[in-house]
Structure formats: C-alpha cells, structure tokens
C-alpha cells in the first residue's frame, strides 16, 4: 500500500516505515502529524485518485528530527571583472516516519 501525499508544494510518494524529509514544520520531536493532503492511495489492486484530493485519506507520521540539509553553493562571476559572490544555502528539514495510511469509511478501510 502507497499514497502521494503533497506537503511543502511537493509531491511524496510514501509507504507505511519510510521516513521522509519533508519543508520544516514547526513541531517538535515525537509530535504526530496528519498529512490529509493525499492525491493518490494504492491499496493492493486498485488505486484511488482525487480530484484534487482524496477525501477522507489520510496518513498519519511522527516528527523524527529536524536538521538542515548539505551545503548549496552558488558562485556568480563576471566575465573580464573582477565581480566575485560566493553564497552557501543549507535548506532547514523535518524528517517524518510514516506510520499508517487510513482511508475513509466511503472506501473501506
């Protein structure tokens, strides 16, 4: 069983155990999340589209850590100047362990 789910203006496509990196939450660690944006739901043989989003999908997550992602450097240089920036970028993150995908009753859960 496997759901898209968007988050951050992302799309995922998560299965109960994954642990996701999703754009920071402001929760803390060990808190429960509820992403009910689900685009898709797969359930053995058949799959479940929204339009735009499942109603009554849900997929619950805990927060397992927060952190910042590895270095982005972005180096801009004029040609025949002497015009040089050099920026780094750590984007922050919120790890997420997907615990179950609930659908409604309307699906048969």
Request: net charge positive; charged share 30%; glycine share 10%.
């Amino acid at each position: 069983m496997y759901a898209i789910v968007e988050s951050g203006g992302r799309q995922y496509k998560v299965s109960p155990g994954d642990i996701l990196r999703v754009e920071k939450l402001s929760l803390e660690k060990g808190s429960e999340v509820v992403l009910d944006k689900v685009l898709m739901v797969s359930k053995e043989d058949r799959r479940i589209f929204g339009s735009p989003y499942v109603s009554g999908a849900e997929v619950l997550a805990t927060v397992d850590d927060t952190g910042k992602a590895s270095k982005v450097i972005v180096f801009k240089q004029k040609p025949r100047k002497a015009s040089r920036k050099l920026r780094g970028h750590r984007q922050p993150y919120t790890s997420l362990k997907i615990k179950e995908i609930v659908l409604g009753d309307k699906y048969g859960t």
